[in-house]
């Protein structure tokens, strides 16, 4: 069974542009999260989508948002992207409250 | 107070002994408690899951919980150098399923 996919491993960017990364969940995991690991801040949570529905978000700025398809894959859209946004941004899925399982990664780089 | 606290470490334990790692909680509702390992560079992968007070076992892996002192442990017997990884405690704590990771504790094994 496929685990949760991640693309593009590594993006880099500049300063004010828009960063799209995607993911897709396991197989039959109808939520997807997105998580940022920044370099000394630890892992935190970002998004959450069940059902095609944005359920919750964390304590980061709108230009920050995403969304889920029906086949319940995701994207996360990064807009207006500053130096801090640089980290690595990982998706992990669920069904219901089963325990969740990370995707190997989207290393975001700003230049 | 962070929500999630584990000391950074490193501890370093030798190869074979057994290594304690510690997660205390801030949130005396939360429900799901689970245990990731992190490799440098990698994605974290779920190692246990507990959900309710007392012992969990699966292979060299122990989860401890006490919801009434708010903590959570994993000991890992029989420790080999392949588990020097940084281990991250995460819990589910209020409404929804987002997880709140603490900050990690890097463990190193010796040979």
């Known amino acids: 069974e496929a685990g949760v996919t991640q693309s593009p491993t590594h993006l880099i960017k500049t300063r004010g542009q828009q960063a799209t990364l995607r993911c897709s969940p396991i197989?039959?995991?109808?939520?997807v999260y997105w998580y940022q690991q920044a370099l000394g801040l630890g892992l935190q949570f970002l998004l959450w989508?069940?059902?095609?529905?944005?359920?919750n978000r964390g304590n980061f700025p709108p230009r920050f948002s995403g969304r889920q398809f029906p086949n319940y894959s995701s994207e996360l859209n990064v807009n207006a992207l500053e130096l801090e946004d640089s980290a690595l941004y990982l998706c992990?899925?669920?069904?219901?409250?089963?325990?969740?399982?990370f995707g190997d990664g989207t290393r975001l780089s700003i230049l | 107070q962070k929500e999630v606290e584990q000391n950074s470490g490193p501890l370093s334990v030798p190869e074979g002994a057994i290594a304690s790692l510690n997660c205390t909680y801030s949130?005396?509702?939360?429900?799901?408690f689970f245990w990731y390992r992190q490799y440098s560079g990698k994605s974290p992968e779920l190692i246990m899951s507990?959900?309710?007070?007392g012992d969990k076992e699966d292979g060299r892996f122990t989860a401890q919980l006490n919801k009434a002192s708010q903590y959570v442990s994993l000991l890992i017997r029989d420790s080999q150098p392949s588990d020097s990884a940084t281990y991250l405690c995460?819990?589910?704590?209020?409404?929804?399923?987002?997880?709140?990771f603490g900050g990690g504790t890097r463990l190193m094994v010796k040979p």
């Open positions: 992990a899925s669920s069904l219901g409250n089963q325990p969740q399982h």
């Open positions: 197989s039959g995991h109808t939520s």
């Open positions: 989508y069940d059902e095609g529905e944005e359920r």
């Open positions: 949130d005396r509702v939360s429900q799901s």
């Open positions: 507990i959900y309710s007070n």
């Open positions: 995460a819990v589910i704590m209020n409404a929804g399923n987002m997880l709140t």
